[in-house]
């Protein structure tokens, strides 16, 4: 009854977000569910942070490097308007982008800095093109194709971003290239070549996002199957252990209350072997529903502890507020049982409850609970058992 489900099986159910987008399928461009999509941008930021450092270092390079190549080809008077540019949009534009990429408290803003410092980035070696052909000096436009694929690839854009920045910059220079009259054959050639680097970017950056889009709804569906119970969705034994021992940390530390209640199922052999297993796991999910919902006090933590057992953990409220939650949780259990069991039946559960300030013993807190519940159990069931510390 309880065991683990396979990838598929978690695939094919409905309980799944992750798993559900995957059935739905998604493109390179963004996802149906919009809180998903926003766990997915946020991934992708952080992926994407130290990428955005070395372009931005790597771009502050070859500024360099470029600056020397047009001294020695450039005339004066032309050298003289790129390095301006150089020395007053672009570097200090790289510069600043470095000092926001190094620290992770910009990391939200990582989209719109990028794309602004993409489009203004890309502006500025548009500018030299144009001023230098402006004054009678044709420099290589293949640089342009340059700034595409670091708009593409190295600037932490997602597609459609990348797509927009890209596009404006080849508009921009096309517009600029009418307004200076390139002759038609040459305007015609730098348009097919810019435009055609700006399809084969997309399709691989779409290529790209799409396969990080694929690899980030397994990675979560498999971290899903490892911390949620395949028969009830609420956390499992397995990540209840680790989370709670964090929480009871961070508890000691701030000085904060907590309170542990253990709930188990009364006479649930007797559901079983009455009405089979399948009714059996009917019941624990019934039970389940009931503890998420019922409480006005959401707890901290709540898993199924296994079998018919579950956990539940509160910080920071004082014990008559979590014996009314637990009160409050059983009368629900009752309801969700009568609403969603097809055969008419009683379903309750006994709960133990140990409520201690700070400092505390976890694992001394969950065995009271135990203890609490074991005395609720022996006294008659279908009821709670409180020990305050």
Known sequence: MDSTPSLSDVISGSRSRYAQQILNGYSGFGFDDQQLEIEFRNTWRSMSMRKVRIALLLALILTGIFSV?????????????????????????VICGLALARSNRYKRWLFPLAMLFSIIGGLSIVAIVLLAYSMGFELAYEGLMLVMMYIFFFCGLLTREAMISAGLVISIYTIGAIWLEYDAIMLGQHSLFLVSALAVGAAAAWGLEYTVRGGFLRAQLLNEVAERDGLTSLNNRRYFDISYRQLVKDCNL????????????????????????????RVIQAVAEGLASGSEIRPALLARYGGDEFVAVWTGHSNNDAVAAVQQMRDAVSTAAQRNLSIETEVEVSAGLAWSYAPLDGEQMLKTADDALYKAKSGGRNRLVSITD
């Not at 047009?70 to 050298?79: A, N």
């Not at 701030?254 to 796991?281: E, L, T, Y």
């Open 69 to 93: 190549y047009d001294f020695l080809i450039m005339p004066p008077e032309v050298l003289a308007a790129a390095q301006k540019v150089r020395a007053i949009i672009f570097a200090p534009l």
């Open 254 to 281: 701030h000085g904060h209350s907590v309170a542990v209640a253990m709930f188990d199922v009364d006479h649930f052999k007797k559901h079983n072997d009455q009405h089979g297993h399948q009714f059996g796991d």
